[in-house]
């Protein structure tokens, strides 16, 4: 025993494995007793004995494997891990235990089957087992089998798959061995207990005595239902109900229907073997069938009928067969052989089930007219073929055929039809048979039901009886609302004998026994195909032809409340349509009628109806009117009553009065009686009459209106259309399409017969009144709404312009909803809910889609075109399918019936030539278009072949293939698509771009669907092959797929497919599912019509039901998670072929419509679990140096669940474009989805630091623009941004600081600027000093700098961790070896040393002395005096003025904004920042605080107290009267607090304006910010008034500063200028918003504006600059606001003036003079509108003063002709505006005679007065009409004659010489001969002297005004001098002498420079007015204007000079100020000490 104590020690699993039994024994004991003890079921105990579980099993000693087992057993049913041992420890069991003789092994093996079938494991162990049943031992044999009967017993046949079992038991039966024959016996019956009849067919071959036993055995068996009594371990709350129920009292019958489910009804079918029958039948099959004898053809289909006899047949192309036999039922003359074919068919559609379903559609027609046979037995065979043929395929897809034969003349069709439609809704649901189908199916059986035939009517009301019972009442009684009370018993009746699907079949043999558990699949077919359906029905009306008896429009039934309820209150449902009862009214003769009416009208009003006298008539109306207001509705005789109003003189009323009241009288009746068709029918007629009427037009329409409303609109408007266009007056005509559109607005759309219309339209779309066209085409407009796109097909063959206007139409209606119906809803809604309206709704779309007058093009199709197509050579073939395309062209919509077409098309989709295929593919596109939803019934023999093509090897015939997949899914939907083998078929063949791409394509449908086929399940097994893959692409998209199927079919589903994988396999897949579960999406929610979006077919699939669902559920198709988690190595590269292939496969409105809904949804406490992973380091920590793609693909599957799919896709693209296109989007949805943004915000700032490591500086920049926004947005709403998105982003932010461009790293700054408004500045602080540790000089430069304004803003308290600690850290940067770093250090520790004083030397402690010299000599330079640091926590949330240089790159360059709001944008930061500028001021500067307050405000406002105001301290003011006149020059930009004074003072604008034209870029952009922000606030605006000149000259005067000095400056950033003149330009359109100050302008200042902003349009060093386009276009935008706000007298003065000075100047470019021309041009567009607003006499003087200087020969010597062509226009527009009278405007001007405009004008005049009639004589043209003033020759002479006079008489000779002067200057060609020839020669002699010392003076005259430097040519040119003299209008271009004046001027303005007095000159008179008066009246140029603006400036000057200010800075803007004396600052003054003592005695 020595050798015992050996073992003894070993451990027990050590034990286990030894080699003798005992220790074997020994050790399994310990085993059971270990794997009894240990809890914890995933101890790591137990994964030991993984590998020896085996062993226990099969030990070779009887004694241990008893043992064994024992422990095996414990083992199975403890371990968690034990399912890993199934398939060995069953094989063990079943080989080497069940052949063992103890009776207590066997029963453990058993028991270890079932303890794994029990954990999940239950079909690797029925694998074992049915190996086991092929063992040559019996034994082994038998306890297999008994086992099997076990399990089935306890887990029931859903566990145990009874398949395979039932396929090995007919062997089992021939055993020659008893023992297995018995035990097969018990398992038979056993079975039979579970699926009862089902297991008949398989076992039908067993030997007759067995089968008699078995029956004998089956007939004992109870009745009840089995139970499961046994539970898996996934079933546990199963099993509680279970043993609760036990518990009890048995079998309580509560849990019986329970359990009932449990038990899934097992389809005999599934349990048969296939059958392949098309290779057996006869070779000669298909010539016999043609054959001429009836006997051969009888042989031919006695030979199928043997075949399909089989009950299960494999499926195959059974086209031809299908083919054939048709031909026989619908052609063949012998019945029998119609009857023997019908059989045929009946066995191929039970053989085949659904694979028979793509041939359905071709039969079902040819079998119902069949119908027509009288012969019982054909009758029957058709029955039962067309009954079997039924379960092949739905209701849905045969509806169409069956609706068509119901139309049918011959009875027995009407009968057998009806009856078929019966014992077809018997195997229907509610769900299967939806409102869309029972409405055309109730409409065709009412016309059965009302049929003249017997058997019809019987069978109609049998149909409609089923068609209640399955759908209820709900469902079907608003069909009938028709229906008498008598049929409607009887459909009662009928529906209570019906049986539903189980029970008996009437009309149908008794025989049919066969088809029993045939219908045992309708289950199936209506739990899965239900769901389905109704999905298809809701979402995507398919082909739902409305029947046209609905169409017939219904009037409701108002009285009779006996009739509704008879329909059991149900019927009188809330509906629009033709649900309402009709009141049937026969027509009345006229004395009846009469009677009747006498019988409730007074006695005088009947006599007066046809009274000759109209008064009397109006009389008998009134009291008509007041009979029928107080009549009751039951007793108004509304037929009696109308046909009264219609009697002599009826509609033929001349009296307008009258009949308005009758119209009046007719709209009463109708809405307050019963009012029918036949009453309507008697008035509508006049009324369309007088629609068109001016005076009764109204009354008409109320009155149609209101019939509308009692008779349906549908049956209404059809009359009243009619009614119009059969008549001529246009008028009417138009007016009642007018009429119709705003009724379908009120009524809604439902009912409408589209079709009868659109023939009217086009009838009066080529109507020649132009009225009637345009109602046709708003007529269109509002059907649009409810049509959808659908509407335009209709009207395709227009002519191109008409296309063009309904397009246009069409085009304004995009995008909105068709209103909610307010009319034709009240009246009818008693009880019900309005679930009928949807239906209505949802199918209008479609139904205009049915209506589309569809082509037969069947014929065309003829047997030559399909051999040609299938030629053998190729060039035949494709010109049989070019004659295909252009038949399907030509006949746009076509039938479904296309005959041969599908076959031949099919065999050309695999032809050698692929350009054929890609033309197959593109033709069978196009008939997916023309033929509409009907494609659905060619999906299976021409759709399925499609996604073959699919696997071709070429990538654009691919392509082509998708694109014509998606063109056909758009017309069926999937479910057709999805049903039977079909697509899983596809999926098998292992072809990798087949897979690809039928993956990407159900990845893309599947998500959209609400339902689909349980056939979705047969992908499953080849969807777990394609994840493995051996292409990498194949096994991504299956992985993109995964979610989707499971979204379908659930994980419980697709896990326990996996159970025939491979072990390997299996774990791979699982992994990948659980992956997939979490990224489920939910299914999208069903539509609601709430949400539906009218206006496209494209129907509600999409729409969300709430907003919940639209986060949550809907949307989930675009955001499909992504769980292209696995496998990172290819992605980015993969994905752009993918992105590739996604364009392609999008032809229609997909692309749209995937994009609609919002980008980001909202995971509730997603972020918050995203935190929780990442503390708790589920995921990694965002911290790198750079990404690595493990970070990348952790983001993208944290954003795949909470990002729209399609922007996923667009972030983590390869291609940097689709980046940018993100960000775009991002961008857009900003506003929108605030809250979106928010919740998914630590992963958008995650994804923005991935985009700092590219490349890409556009996609920087555009992520830097948003992350602008973005932060606005946030601190808008307030939010804070928590650490992890703060830790995870700002560093990444940091970085970037350091870019080399500038225009990023002042972005960055802006950013973190904005940052501080969320988020605290001290932890920035901490961020901000990391940065400066930075390698990067840049970036440590622009860190120090940062944290210098984060401490001047926020004080020492940001400081962090200490000041001390920070400012050390600071100040090591003294020492650094760039200078960039060093400056920007010392100069944060000089703002430090300003905020905190002295003691920043303490906390900095010791530097090295050189260190601390440059620190020293820093602070002595700044020399600020240190002022109390400012009381702001970080959290006030501060802007800083730092910054102001981040907004160039704010110009964004987005083409559909409009420029002025691009500008607005600019703007904001300034604002902010001149908002809290107030809040620090004393670091600022100090500004004594009386010049803070708003005084006018504070006057006005005595009860408040504004908390701001402090305790006013009584200031020393006597020092400011000493006048300073030349202040120290020091540089500092000033800030005056705009915002706190209001700008109410004068003085403070004036001020401020002096600062808009600094020579300070930053000083001068403040200030013009400040003027926006006033100007932008209405009830600021107005303090501006008064300033406009002043201010624009500022303006101008920048801009030539920026012109001359800014642009040729290479230092300056140029970013800065376009800063600048972004704000001057932005604020000048502010000003031209407001017209009431744009018209202050006046015409120098507009010359001069004019003038800058066109040299700037021209300036071509702007265009080279970044943003350089986005200013011009912004100026060109201002250029309109000023043409079109400022007064346009003086800017019309202006440009005239500025072409005159244009033209003058010669370094001039030409391009300015067109400008100014092209200005000009417009103001004479806007003539028309403005000449009454306009002083013409100033307007002409303007253009006479121009003539002058430029006579008609100088202007055409002009290199161009604008110039004489502008003028001319000008001229020939205001003569044309002012008629004659323009002569009268003349009186400004002082000599007339000097211009040729008076002669011009009158030339102009008279021209027009010719065209109008007064032909002249031509001849006088030539010489007189150039004299005449007015008219003729004698007019002349008269002139002349006058002048003459006034010579000869002794006072007026002077005057009068001086008119002839002018006369003949005027008209040098003028003949003066004839009046001197009469005189004296003293007086010829004298007339000539005269006019000769005229002509001396006046030239010399104009010599001394040239010499005075103001002559002509100078006035007004402005030359850019580089000193930038403020005076436009001096300089000399002649290179004439100036004068002293000019000088004087210049010197006076560098005085004011240097800050020197100007007011000694004041007194001298300038030296111009000293001279003679000019010759030319000059216009007021800008510089005249500063004398008087400036001296404000002065003043205001003045009492800012104690602010020490840079007078240079503040000069240098070039405003010449003049000093007003110093006693009016002191009155200034004084008044501002009085008011301060005014408020503050009032707030005492």
Known sequence: MGDDSEWMKLPIDQKCEHKLW??????????????????????????????????????????????????????????????????????????????????????????????????????????????????????????????????????????????????????????????????AKLLAVEIYRWIRDALRPPLQNINSVQLKELEEEWVKVSSAAPKQTRFLRSQQELKAKFEQQQAAGGDADGGGDDEEEAVPQVDAYELLEAVEILSKLPKDFYEKIEAKKWQERKEALEAVEVLVKNPKLESGDYADLVKVLKKVIGKDTNVMLVALAAKCLAGLASGLRKKFGQYAGHVVPTILEKFKEKKPQVVQALQEAIDAIFLTTTLQNISEDVLAVMDNKNPTIKQQTSLFIARSFRHCTPSTLPKSLLKPFCAALLKHINDSAPEVRDAGFEALGTALKVAGEKAVNPFLADVDKLKLDRIKECAEKVELVYGKKTGVAAEKKESKPVTGKAPGLSGTGGDKETKDAASKPGPLKKAPAVKSGVPPKKGKPAAAAGMGGAGAKGKKGPETKEIFESELSIEVCEEKAAAVLPASCIQQLDS???????????????????????????????????????????????????????????????????????????????????????????????????????????????????????????????????????????GLNVKAFISNVKTALAATNPAVRTSAITLLGVMYLYVGPPLRMFFEDEKPALLSQIDAEFEKMQGQTAPAPTRGISRHSAVGGDDGEEEEQEDVGNDVVDLLPRTDISDKITAELVSKIGDKTWKVRKEGLDEVTSIINDAKFIQPNIGELPAALKS??????????????????????????????????????????????????????????????????????????????????????????????????????????????????HLYSCLEDRNGDVRKKAQDALPFFMMHLGFEKMAKATSKLKPTSKDQVLAMLEKAKANMPAKPAPAKPSSRVVGGAASAKFQPASVLAEDLGSNTMESKPDPKKAKVGGASSKAKGVQGKKVLSKPNLKEDDDKSGPIFIIVPNGKEQRMKDEKGLKVLKWNFTTPRDEYIEQLKTQMSSCVAKWLQDEMFHADFQHHNKALAVMIEHLESEKDGVISCLDLILKWLTLRFFDTNTSVLMKALEYLKLLFSLLSQEEYHLTENEASSFIPYLILKVGEPKDVIRKDVRAILNRMCLIYPASKMFTFVMEGTKSKNSKQRAECLEELGCLVESYGMNVCQPTPGKALKEMATHIGDRDNTVRNAALNTIVTVYNVHGDQVFKLIGNLSEKDMSMLEERIKRSAKRPSAAPVRQAEEKPQRTQNISANASMLRKGPAEDMSSKLKIMYRTYRIQNRNMSSHSETTHAVPREFQLDLDEIENDNSTVRCEMPALVQHKLDDIFEPVLIPEPKIRAVSPHFDDMHSNTASTINFVISQVASGDINTSVQALAQIDEVLRQEDKAEAMSGHIDQFLIATFMQLRLIYNTHMADEKLDKDEIVKLYSCIIGSMISLFQIESLAREASTGVLKDLMHGLITLMLDSRVEDLEEGEQVIRSVNLLVVKVLEKSDQTNILSALLVLLQDSLLATASSPKFSELVMKCLWRMVRLLPETINSINLDRILLDIHIFMKVFPKEKLKQCKSEFPIRTLKTLLHTLCKLKG???????????NKNESELEAHLCRVMKHSMDQTGNKADKDTEKGASRIEEKASKAKVNDILAEIFKKIGSKENTKEGLAELYEYKKKYSDADIEPFLKNSSQFFQSYVERGLRLIETEREGKGRIAASTGISPQMEGTCVPASTHTVSSSIGNTNGEEVGPSVYLERLKILRQRCGLDNAKQEDRPPLTSLLSKPALPTVASSTDMLHSKLSQLRESREQYQHLDLDSNQTHSSGIGTTLASPSSAAANIDDLKKRLERIKSSRK
Request: charged residues 25%.
């Open 612 to 750: 000759g006298n109209w008064k009397e008539r109006l009389a008998c109306m009134e009291e008509f009117q007041k009979a029928v207001e107080l009549m009751e509705r039951s007793e108004m005789p509304c037929q009696a009553l109308v046909r009264m109003l219609a009697k002599k003189p009826g509609w033929k009323e001349t009296n307008f009065q009258v009949m308005q009241m009758k119209l009046h009288i007719v709209a009463l009746i109708a809405q307050k009686g019963n009012f029918s068709k036949t009453s309507a029918q008697v008035v509508l007629d006049g009324l369309v009459d007088k629609v068109g009427d001016v005076k009764c037009g109204s009354n008409a329409k109320e009155a149609m209106t209101a019939i509308a409303e009692a008779c349906q609109l549908p049956w209404t408007a059809e009359q009243v259309v009619a009614m119009a266009f059969s008549q001529k007056n246009p008028k009417n005509q138009s007016e009642t399409l007018n009429w119709l559109s705003n009724a379908i607005k009120e009524f809604g759309f439902s």
């Open 22 to 183: 005992k220790a074997r024994l020994n050790g399994y004991e310990e085993a059971l007793k270990l794997f009894q003890k240990i809890d914890d079921e995933k101890s790591p105990e137990w994964s030991k004995y993984l590998g020896l579980i085996k062993k226990f099993v099969t030990d070779s000693n009887a004694v241990a494997q008893l043992k064994g087992l024992e422990a095996a057993l414990a083992y199975v049913e403890n371990a968690h891990i034990a399912g890993k041992t199934t398939g060995e420890v069953a094989s063990g069991v079943v080989n080497k235990v069940f052949n063992q003789p103890k009776a207590r092994a066997k029963e453990l093996g058993l028991d270890i089957c079932l303890m794994y079938i029990e954990i999940e494991k239950g079909e690797a162990v029925q694998e074992e087992l049915l190996k086991g049943l092929d063992n040559k031992n019996p034994k082994i044999i038998v306890a297999c089998i008994e086992t099997l009967r076990k399990a089935l017993s306890e887990f029931g046949s859903k566990i145990i798959s009874l398949k395979p079992i039932i396929k090995v038991l007919p062997k089992l039966f021939e055993s020659r061995e008893k023992a297995v024959r018995d035990e």
């Open 908 to 1021: 050309r989709l695999n032809d050698s030539n692929k350009i054929l295929v890609q033309q197959t593919l593109s033709i069978l596109q196009q008939l997916a278009t023309a033929m509409g939803p009907n494609i659905k019934q060619h999906v299976k023999n021409l759709g399925i072949p499609v996604i073959t093509v699919l696997g071709d090897s070429k990538n654009n015939v691919r392509a082509a293939a998708l694109a014509t997949v998606n063109a056909w899914a758009e017309q069926t939907g999937m479910k057709e698509w999805l049903e039977g083998e079909d697509l899983s078929e596809e999926l098998k063949k292992e072809n990798p771009f087949l897979r690809q791409e039928l993956l990407g394509w159900l990845a893309e449908k599947l998500p959209t669907l609400r339902s689909v086929p349980s056939d979705l399940l047969l992908c499953v097994p």
């Open 1780 to 1790: 004659p009278k323009i002569l009268d405007h003349l009186t400004m001007i002082d």
